[in-house]
Protein backbone atom coordinates (compact mmCIF):
# COMPACT_ATOMS: atom_id res chain seq x y z
CA UNK A 1 0.00 0.00 0.00
CA UNK A 2 1.10 3.24 -0.70
CA UNK A 3 2.02 5.70 1.91
CA UNK A 4 -0.46 9.24 1.49
CA UNK A 5 0.57 12.05 -0.38
CA UNK A 6 0.87 15.14 2.10
CA UNK A 7 -1.72 17.67 1.65
CA UNK A 8 -0.24 21.37 1.38
CA UNK A 9 0.30 22.83 4.95
CA UNK A 10 -0.67 19.21 6.19
CA UNK A 11 0.49 18.36 10.07
CA UNK A 12 2.04 15.30 10.53
CA UNK A 13 -0.73 14.45 13.12
CA UNK A 14 -2.84 14.38 9.85
CA UNK A 15 -0.79 12.53 7.09
CA UNK A 16 -0.30 9.58 10.55
CA UNK A 17 -3.90 9.49 11.08
CA UNK A 18 -4.78 8.97 7.09
CA UNK A 19 -1.74 6.27 7.08
CA UNK A 20 -3.68 4.18 10.07
CA UNK A 21 -6.82 4.43 8.94
CA UNK A 22 -5.63 3.33 5.34
CA UNK A 23 -3.74 0.50 6.54
CA UNK A 24 -5.26 -3.35 6.42
CA UNK A 25 -4.29 -4.41 9.62
CA UNK A 26 -7.19 -5.60 11.77
CA UNK A 27 -6.79 -2.69 14.38
CA UNK A 28 -5.55 0.93 13.97
CA UNK A 29 -3.33 -0.11 17.10
CA UNK A 30 -2.32 -2.57 15.22
CA UNK A 31 -1.76 -0.24 12.14
CA UNK A 32 0.36 1.56 13.81
CA UNK A 33 2.32 -0.44 15.37
CA UNK A 34 3.38 -1.84 12.02
CA UNK A 35 4.00 1.34 10.43
CA UNK A 36 6.09 2.73 13.00
CA UNK A 37 6.98 -0.04 15.38
CA UNK A 38 5.15 1.43 17.80
CA UNK A 39 1.62 2.23 18.66
CA UNK A 40 2.60 4.23 21.91
CA UNK A 41 4.57 6.97 20.33
CA UNK A 42 3.47 10.69 20.78
CA UNK A 43 1.93 10.84 17.39
CA UNK A 44 0.09 14.08 18.44
CA UNK A 45 3.13 15.92 19.38
CA UNK A 46 4.36 18.61 17.40
CA UNK A 47 7.82 16.86 17.30
CA UNK A 48 7.03 13.26 16.74
CA UNK A 49 8.98 10.56 17.25
CA UNK A 50 8.73 8.70 14.24
CA UNK A 51 10.18 11.11 11.26
CA UNK A 52 12.79 8.15 10.34
CA UNK A 53 9.81 5.66 9.71
CA UNK A 54 7.62 8.01 7.98
CA UNK A 55 10.76 8.90 5.63
CA UNK A 56 10.92 5.24 4.83
CA UNK A 57 7.26 4.52 4.46
CA UNK A 58 6.86 7.61 1.77
CA UNK A 59 10.27 7.81 -0.23
CA UNK A 60 10.38 11.40 1.12
CA UNK A 61 13.38 12.42 3.04
CA UNK A 62 13.41 13.77 6.72
CA UNK A 63 14.55 16.96 5.72
CA UNK A 64 11.15 17.44 3.60
CA UNK A 65 8.65 16.48 6.30
CA UNK A 66 10.72 19.06 8.97
CA UNK A 67 10.81 21.57 6.82
CA UNK A 68 6.97 21.21 5.03
CA UNK A 69 5.39 19.54 7.91
CA UNK A 70 6.39 20.54 11.28
CA UNK A 71 6.71 24.07 13.29
CA UNK A 72 10.26 23.22 13.93
CA UNK A 73 11.55 25.81 10.89
CA UNK A 74 9.65 28.88 13.05
CA UNK A 75 12.34 28.24 16.12
CA UNK A 76 15.64 28.89 13.32
CA UNK A 77 15.47 32.63 13.58
CA UNK A 78 14.44 32.81 17.33
CA UNK A 79 16.69 30.06 19.25
CA UNK A 80 20.56 30.31 19.43
CA UNK A 81 22.38 28.21 15.99
CA UNK A 82 23.74 25.43 18.41
CA UNK A 83 20.54 24.82 20.10
CA UNK A 84 18.92 24.62 16.84
CA UNK A 85 20.74 22.21 15.24
CA UNK A 86 21.02 20.20 17.70
CA UNK A 87 17.03 19.98 18.19
CA UNK A 88 16.88 19.58 14.72
CA UNK A 89 19.11 16.27 14.47
CA UNK A 90 17.60 14.84 17.40
CA UNK A 91 13.86 15.07 15.15
CA UNK A 92 15.51 13.63 12.28
CA UNK A 93 16.43 10.94 13.98
CA UNK A 94 13.18 10.08 15.66
CA UNK A 95 14.08 11.33 18.88
CA UNK A 96 10.80 13.85 19.42
CA UNK A 97 11.30 14.25 23.29
CA UNK A 98 14.52 15.40 23.48
CA UNK A 99 13.76 18.75 20.75
CA UNK A 100 11.76 19.88 24.02
CA UNK A 101 14.88 19.77 25.85
CA UNK A 102 17.45 20.99 22.90
CA UNK A 103 14.31 24.20 22.94
CA UNK A 104 14.04 24.24 26.64
CA UNK A 105 10.44 24.31 25.88
CA UNK A 106 9.79 22.69 29.15
CA UNK A 107 11.87 25.53 31.04
CA UNK A 108 9.48 27.88 28.80
CA UNK A 109 6.12 26.08 29.83
CA UNK A 110 5.45 25.74 26.19
CA UNK A 111 5.43 22.45 25.92
CA UNK A 112 1.66 21.79 25.56
CA UNK A 113 0.82 18.44 23.29
CA UNK A 114 -2.82 18.25 24.28
CA UNK A 115 -4.49 20.10 21.84
CA UNK A 116 -4.69 20.88 18.34
CA UNK A 117 -5.88 24.42 16.71
CA UNK A 118 -8.24 24.61 13.37
CA UNK A 119 -10.38 27.14 11.35
CA UNK A 120 -13.55 26.00 10.79
CA UNK A 121 -13.55 27.94 7.12
CA UNK A 122 -10.51 26.30 6.30
CA UNK A 123 -11.86 22.65 7.51
CA UNK A 124 -15.09 23.57 5.16
CA UNK A 125 -13.03 24.46 2.00
CA UNK A 126 -10.21 21.67 2.75
CA UNK A 127 -13.93 18.69 2.57
CA UNK A 128 -14.70 20.21 -0.43
CA UNK A 129 -11.20 20.87 -2.33
CA UNK A 130 -9.81 16.98 -0.89
CA UNK A 131 -13.12 15.43 0.76
CA UNK A 132 -11.17 15.82 4.13
CA UNK A 133 -10.93 18.58 6.55
CA UNK A 134 -7.05 18.23 8.09
CA UNK A 135 -4.74 19.72 10.33
CA UNK A 136 -3.14 22.43 9.14
CA UNK A 137 1.03 23.63 10.21
CA UNK A 138 0.22 27.06 10.68
CA UNK A 139 -2.67 26.80 12.61
CA UNK A 140 -0.10 24.79 15.17
CA UNK A 141 2.65 27.80 15.37
CA UNK A 142 3.19 29.67 18.38
CA UNK A 143 1.27 32.70 18.22
CA UNK A 144 -1.50 31.62 16.50
CA UNK A 145 -4.41 32.36 17.71
CA UNK A 146 -6.51 33.13 14.23
CA UNK A 147 -6.28 31.98 11.19
CA UNK A 148 -4.46 34.59 8.55
CA UNK A 149 -5.95 33.36 5.18
CA UNK A 150 -9.82 33.98 7.21
CA UNK A 151 -8.88 36.45 9.39
CA UNK A 152 -10.88 34.67 12.41
CA UNK A 153 -10.22 32.84 15.43
CA UNK A 154 -9.08 29.48 15.48
CA UNK A 155 -11.17 26.85 16.98
CA UNK A 156 -8.75 24.43 19.76
CA UNK A 157 -10.11 20.69 20.57
CA UNK A 158 -8.26 17.77 22.97
CA UNK A 159 -6.54 15.48 20.75
CA UNK A 160 -5.41 11.74 22.00
CA UNK A 161 -2.11 9.93 20.95
CA UNK A 162 -4.31 6.58 21.38
CA UNK A 163 -6.78 7.27 18.94
CA UNK A 164 -6.73 8.01 14.93
CA UNK A 165 -9.49 9.68 14.32
CA UNK A 166 -8.32 13.46 16.23
CA UNK A 167 -10.17 15.65 13.10
CA UNK A 168 -11.33 19.24 12.64
CA UNK A 169 -14.81 19.74 13.43
CA UNK A 170 -16.82 20.91 10.44
CA UNK A 171 -19.89 22.88 10.45
CA UNK A 172 -19.12 25.40 13.54
CA UNK A 173 -21.58 28.29 13.61
CA UNK A 174 -19.74 30.98 15.52
CA UNK A 175 -17.40 33.14 13.73
CA UNK A 176 -14.75 35.23 16.20
CA UNK A 177 -13.63 38.05 13.74
CA UNK A 178 -9.83 38.20 14.73
CA UNK A 179 -8.43 41.88 16.08
CA UNK A 180 -5.38 43.25 14.73
CA UNK A 181 -2.74 42.34 17.41
CA UNK A 182 -3.92 38.98 16.71
CA UNK A 183 -3.43 39.14 13.21
CA UNK A 184 -0.29 41.29 13.36
CA UNK A 185 1.29 38.23 15.66
CA UNK A 186 0.18 35.78 13.40
CA UNK A 187 2.12 36.99 10.57
CA UNK A 188 4.78 37.67 12.41
CA UNK A 189 4.24 33.86 12.86
CA UNK A 190 4.25 32.71 9.73
CA UNK A 191 7.06 34.66 8.24
CA UNK A 192 9.77 32.96 10.60
CA UNK A 193 7.94 29.71 9.22
CA UNK A 194 8.26 30.21 5.62
CA UNK A 195 11.38 32.65 6.12
CA UNK A 196 13.44 30.08 8.04
CA UNK A 197 16.76 30.10 6.41
CA UNK A 198 16.92 33.96 6.98
CA UNK A 199 18.98 34.69 10.05
CA UNK A 200 19.18 38.45 11.91
CA UNK A 201 22.57 40.00 11.25
CA UNK A 202 22.42 41.62 15.11
CA UNK A 203 21.03 39.61 18.10
CA UNK A 204 17.40 40.32 18.55
CA UNK A 205 17.96 41.65 22.20
CA UNK A 206 19.48 44.50 20.77
CA UNK A 207 17.36 45.39 18.03
CA UNK A 208 14.61 45.17 20.72
CA UNK A 209 16.09 47.87 22.60
CA UNK A 210 17.18 50.11 20.07
CA UNK A 211 13.36 50.31 19.43
CA UNK A 212 13.22 50.37 23.40
CA UNK A 213 15.03 53.38 23.20
CA UNK A 214 13.15 55.17 20.34
CA UNK A 215 9.92 54.64 22.55
CA UNK A 216 11.64 56.17 26.12
CA UNK A 217 11.81 52.62 27.36
CA UNK A 218 15.61 52.99 28.28
CA UNK A 219 17.11 55.20 31.01
CA UNK A 220 20.38 57.23 30.43
CA UNK A 221 22.54 53.96 31.54
CA UNK A 222 20.77 51.76 28.44
CA UNK A 223 18.60 49.99 31.93
CA UNK A 224 15.70 48.79 30.36
CA UNK A 225 11.88 50.73 32.75
CA UNK A 226 10.63 47.24 32.87
CA UNK A 227 7.92 47.75 35.48
CA UNK A 228 6.78 50.40 33.00
CA UNK A 229 7.40 48.34 30.31
CA UNK A 230 5.43 45.34 31.38
CA UNK A 231 2.20 47.70 32.07
CA UNK A 232 2.36 49.35 28.66
CA UNK A 233 2.75 45.63 26.81
CA UNK A 234 0.16 44.65 29.00
CA UNK A 235 -2.30 47.20 27.77
CA UNK A 236 -1.17 47.08 24.25
CA UNK A 237 -1.60 43.41 24.01
CA UNK A 238 -5.24 43.03 25.96
CA UNK A 239 -6.82 41.17 22.76
CA UNK A 240 -4.53 38.11 23.22
CA UNK A 241 -3.81 38.18 27.36
CA UNK A 242 -6.69 35.47 27.20
CA UNK A 243 -5.30 33.27 25.56
CA UNK A 244 -3.77 30.54 28.28
CA UNK A 245 -0.50 30.48 26.87
CA UNK A 246 0.17 34.54 26.67
CA UNK A 247 -1.67 35.05 30.48
CA UNK A 248 1.04 31.99 31.43
CA UNK A 249 3.99 34.09 30.38
CA UNK A 250 2.89 37.22 32.07
CA UNK A 251 1.31 35.71 34.75
CA UNK A 252 4.77 33.53 35.67
CA UNK A 253 6.26 34.55 39.07
CA UNK A 254 9.41 33.38 38.35
CA UNK A 255 12.77 36.01 38.45
CA UNK A 256 13.23 37.42 36.09
CA UNK A 257 10.56 38.48 35.09
CA UNK A 258 9.10 38.50 31.42
CA UNK A 259 10.21 40.49 29.33
CA UNK A 260 13.51 40.98 30.96
CA UNK A 261 14.24 37.61 29.76
CA UNK A 262 14.28 38.59 26.10
CA UNK A 263 16.42 41.59 26.61
CA UNK A 264 19.03 40.26 28.70
CA UNK A 265 19.78 36.32 27.48
CA UNK A 266 21.45 36.72 24.04
CA UNK A 267 22.40 32.63 23.97
CA UNK A 268 19.15 31.55 26.02
CA UNK A 269 16.76 29.41 24.68
CA UNK A 270 13.75 31.41 24.71
CA UNK A 271 9.78 30.22 23.85
CA UNK A 272 8.89 31.94 20.02
CA UNK A 273 5.93 32.99 21.74
CA UNK A 274 8.01 35.58 24.22
CA UNK A 275 9.73 36.88 20.84
CA UNK A 276 6.76 37.04 19.19
CA UNK A 277 4.26 39.13 21.45
CA UNK A 278 7.93 41.50 22.25
CA UNK A 279 7.86 42.05 18.11
CA UNK A 280 3.59 42.74 18.12
CA UNK A 281 4.42 45.18 20.79
CA UNK A 282 7.60 46.85 19.44
CA UNK A 283 7.43 46.81 15.14
CA UNK A 284 4.75 47.89 12.81
CA UNK A 285 5.50 45.13 10.58
CA UNK A 286 7.55 42.15 9.18
CA UNK A 287 9.48 44.83 7.19
CA UNK A 288 9.70 47.45 10.29
CA UNK A 289 11.73 44.40 11.97
CA UNK A 290 13.37 43.62 9.12
CA UNK A 291 14.56 47.12 8.67
CA UNK A 292 15.37 48.00 12.50
CA UNK A 293 17.87 44.97 12.24
CA UNK A 294 19.61 46.65 9.08
CA UNK A 295 20.01 49.84 10.70
CA UNK A 296 20.57 48.53 14.48
CA UNK A 297 23.49 49.42 16.13
CA UNK A 298 24.35 48.01 19.32
CA UNK A 299 27.50 50.71 20.22
CA UNK A 300 25.39 53.85 19.15
CA UNK A 301 22.36 52.85 21.30
CA UNK A 302 24.22 52.31 24.11
CA UNK A 303 26.30 55.88 23.53
CA UNK A 304 23.37 57.30 22.76
CA UNK A 305 21.48 55.96 25.57
CA UNK A 306 23.84 57.91 28.17
CA UNK A 307 24.57 61.04 26.54
CA UNK A 308 24.75 63.05 29.72
CA UNK A 309 26.53 60.25 32.00
CA UNK A 310 29.22 62.84 32.38
CA UNK A 311 27.04 65.47 33.62
CA UNK A 312 24.86 63.50 36.06
CA UNK A 313 28.24 61.74 37.24
CA UNK A 314 29.92 65.60 38.19
CA UNK A 315 26.02 66.62 40.06
CA UNK A 316 26.66 63.46 41.99
CA UNK A 317 30.35 64.18 43.35
CA UNK A 318 29.22 67.69 43.93
CA UNK A 319 26.32 66.93 45.96
CA UNK A 320 28.31 64.04 48.10
CA UNK A 321 31.04 66.69 48.72
CA UNK A 322 28.68 69.12 49.91
CA UNK A 323 27.12 66.29 52.07
CA UNK A 324 30.40 65.60 53.79
CA UNK A 325 31.28 68.83 54.55
CA UNK A 326 27.82 69.73 55.88
CA UNK A 327 29.07 67.21 58.85
CA UNK A 328 26.78 63.92 57.18
CA UNK A 329 28.03 60.68 57.79
CA UNK A 330 29.15 58.37 55.12
CA UNK A 331 26.33 56.18 55.70
CA UNK A 332 23.88 58.74 55.19
CA UNK A 333 25.16 60.71 52.54
CA UNK A 334 25.31 56.87 50.81
CA UNK A 335 21.59 56.59 51.12
CA UNK A 336 20.29 60.21 50.19
CA UNK A 337 22.79 59.88 47.01
CA UNK A 338 21.74 56.41 46.19
CA UNK A 339 25.88 55.22 46.18
CA UNK A 340 27.61 52.50 48.05
CA UNK A 341 29.69 54.17 51.29
CA UNK A 342 32.92 52.80 49.99
CA UNK A 343 32.47 55.29 46.49
CA UNK A 344 31.53 57.73 49.06
CA UNK A 345 34.43 57.45 51.14
CA UNK A 346 36.74 57.27 48.04
CA UNK A 347 35.08 60.49 46.36
CA UNK A 348 36.22 62.25 49.60
CA UNK A 349 39.83 60.85 49.64
CA UNK A 350 40.20 61.61 46.20
CA UNK A 351 38.55 65.27 46.88
CA UNK A 352 40.42 65.71 49.77
CA UNK A 353 37.40 66.14 52.47
CA UNK A 354 38.16 65.52 55.88
CA UNK A 355 35.64 62.76 57.23
CA UNK A 356 35.40 61.21 60.52
CA UNK A 357 37.26 57.86 60.42
CA UNK A 358 36.45 55.74 63.05
CA UNK A 359 38.65 52.43 64.62
CA UNK A 360 39.63 49.90 62.37
CA UNK A 361 40.36 47.30 65.31
CA UNK A 362 38.38 46.84 68.75
CA UNK A 363 40.51 44.80 70.87
CA UNK A 364 39.34 41.95 73.01
CA UNK A 365 38.49 43.91 75.99
CA UNK A 366 36.34 46.13 73.89
CA UNK A 367 34.89 42.88 71.90
CA UNK A 368 33.90 41.46 75.28
CA UNK A 369 32.11 44.64 76.53
CA UNK A 370 30.17 44.74 72.79
CA UNK A 371 29.16 40.73 73.68
CA UNK A 372 27.90 41.90 76.77
CA UNK A 373 25.65 44.84 75.91
CA UNK A 374 24.27 42.47 73.35
CA UNK A 375 23.54 39.82 75.75
CA UNK A 376 21.67 42.57 77.15
CA UNK A 377 19.42 43.37 74.19
CA UNK A 378 20.97 46.80 73.89
CA UNK A 379 20.65 47.88 69.42
CA UNK A 380 23.68 47.92 67.15
CA UNK A 381 23.44 51.46 66.52
CA UNK A 382 23.70 52.17 70.24
CA UNK A 383 26.85 49.78 70.75
CA UNK A 384 28.28 51.25 67.98
CA UNK A 385 27.94 54.73 69.25
CA UNK A 386 29.48 53.96 72.47
CA UNK A 387 32.48 52.66 71.46
CA UNK A 388 32.71 55.45 68.04
CA UNK A 389 32.70 52.48 65.55
CA UNK A 390 31.07 51.67 63.03
CA UNK A 391 27.69 49.46 62.98
CA UNK A 392 28.82 46.86 60.64
CA UNK A 393 31.82 46.28 63.22
CA UNK A 394 29.34 45.63 65.99
CA UNK A 395 27.11 43.15 63.57
CA UNK A 396 30.48 41.15 62.89
CA UNK A 397 30.91 40.33 66.59
CA UNK A 398 27.74 39.85 66.56
CA UNK A 399 27.65 37.19 63.79
CA UNK A 400 30.44 35.48 65.90
CA UNK A 401 28.11 34.31 68.85
CA UNK A 402 25.16 32.81 67.46
CA UNK A 403 23.54 31.77 71.02
CA UNK A 404 23.26 35.58 71.53
CA UNK A 405 21.62 35.98 68.02
CA UNK A 406 19.12 33.39 69.26
CA UNK A 407 18.69 34.86 72.75
CA UNK A 408 18.16 38.89 70.70
CA UNK A 409 15.93 36.98 68.04
CA UNK A 410 13.86 35.21 71.37
CA UNK A 411 13.68 38.51 73.05
CA UNK A 412 12.45 40.53 69.99
CA UNK A 413 9.55 38.07 69.87
CA UNK A 414 8.69 38.11 73.37
CA UNK A 415 8.28 41.85 72.50
CA UNK A 416 6.46 42.31 70.29
CA UNK A 417 4.26 39.21 71.65
CA UNK A 418 3.57 41.14 74.23
CA UNK A 419 2.37 44.18 71.64
CA UNK A 420 0.64 41.89 69.85
CA UNK A 421 -1.58 40.69 72.76
CA UNK A 422 -2.36 43.64 74.18
CA UNK A 423 -3.48 45.12 71.13
CA UNK A 424 -5.53 42.07 70.54
CA UNK A 425 -7.31 42.55 74.05
CA UNK A 426 -7.53 46.20 73.31
CA UNK A 427 -9.61 45.34 69.98
CA UNK A 428 -11.70 42.84 71.93
CA UNK A 429 -12.86 45.10 74.59
CA UNK A 430 -13.66 47.86 72.30
CA UNK A 431 -16.50 45.61 70.54
CA UNK A 432 -19.64 45.36 72.36
CA UNK A 433 -20.31 41.61 71.29
CA UNK A 434 -17.26 40.59 69.75
CA UNK A 435 -16.89 38.05 67.32
CA UNK A 436 -14.43 35.34 66.39
CA UNK A 437 -14.62 37.44 62.88
CA UNK A 438 -15.31 40.95 64.04
CA UNK A 439 -11.80 40.65 65.63
CA UNK A 440 -9.92 39.50 62.78
CA UNK A 441 -11.10 41.79 60.55
CA UNK A 442 -10.85 45.12 63.18
CA UNK A 443 -7.67 44.06 63.83
CA UNK A 444 -5.99 41.51 61.00
CA UNK A 445 -1.91 42.20 62.03
CA UNK A 446 -2.47 41.26 65.92
CA UNK A 447 -4.57 38.38 65.06
CA UNK A 448 -2.66 37.08 61.98
CA UNK A 449 1.05 36.96 63.85
CA UNK A 450 -0.84 35.43 66.62
CA UNK A 451 -2.20 32.85 64.81
CA UNK A 452 1.53 32.14 63.15
CA UNK A 453 3.01 32.41 66.49
CA UNK A 454 0.62 32.24 69.76
CA UNK A 455 -2.07 29.74 68.42
CA UNK A 456 -2.72 28.73 72.18
CA UNK A 457 -3.32 31.98 73.92
CA UNK A 458 -4.98 33.48 70.72
CA UNK A 459 -7.79 30.42 70.76
CA UNK A 460 -7.86 30.80 75.08
CA UNK A 461 -8.46 34.85 74.58
CA UNK A 462 -10.96 34.88 71.49
CA UNK A 463 -14.67 35.15 72.23
CA UNK A 464 -16.57 31.23 72.15
CA UNK A 465 -16.60 29.73 68.66
CA UNK A 466 -20.43 29.47 67.42
CA UNK A 467 -21.84 26.22 66.94
CA UNK A 468 -21.28 25.00 63.68
CA UNK A 469 -25.47 24.58 63.44
CA UNK A 470 -25.76 27.92 64.39
CA UNK A 471 -23.79 29.51 61.72
CA UNK A 472 -24.89 31.24 58.76
CA UNK A 473 -28.79 31.61 60.28
CA UNK A 474 -30.53 34.41 59.61
CA UNK A 475 -31.46 36.63 62.57
CA UNK A 476 -35.39 35.92 64.10
CA UNK A 477 -35.85 39.61 63.04
CA UNK A 478 -35.08 38.64 59.17
CA UNK A 479 -36.87 35.23 59.52
CA UNK A 480 -40.24 37.05 60.54
CA UNK A 481 -40.35 39.21 57.04
CA UNK A 482 -40.21 36.28 54.99
Not at 249 to 264: E, G, K, M, N, Q
Request: charged share 25%; hydrophobic share 40%.
Amino acid sequence: MAFPTPMPDEALLSVIQRAVVLDTAATERKAAKRLFNSSSLQFCSPFPSCIPAIAELSGMTGHYWIQRHTILPVFRALTPVSRYVDAYQNLLNGKGDAVFKSLSLIANRQCNTGAMRFCSECAEEDSKEVGLAYWHVEHQLPGTFVCAKHKIRLMSTPVSRKRFDNWPHRGVAFRHLASKIEMKLVRFACYFQYHSSERFRHYLCDIYKARLHDMGFLTKCAHVRLKQLRLSMIEALKPVLDYSEVKGIFDDARYPLYPSSVLTNRDAAISPLKHLLMMTFLFDSVSDLLNSDIECSPEVVQASTNPNANDELSSDIDDIIHALKRGDSLRCVAGSTEHSVAYVKKVALTTGVAIETREQKLFATERRQIAIKLLAGKSTEDIAKDFNCSKGAIEKILSQHPDIVTLRRRRRKYAKMKLMRQSLLETIKSITTPRRQDVKYENHVAYLWLYKNDRHWLYAHLPKAIPRNLRRRKPVSDESHI
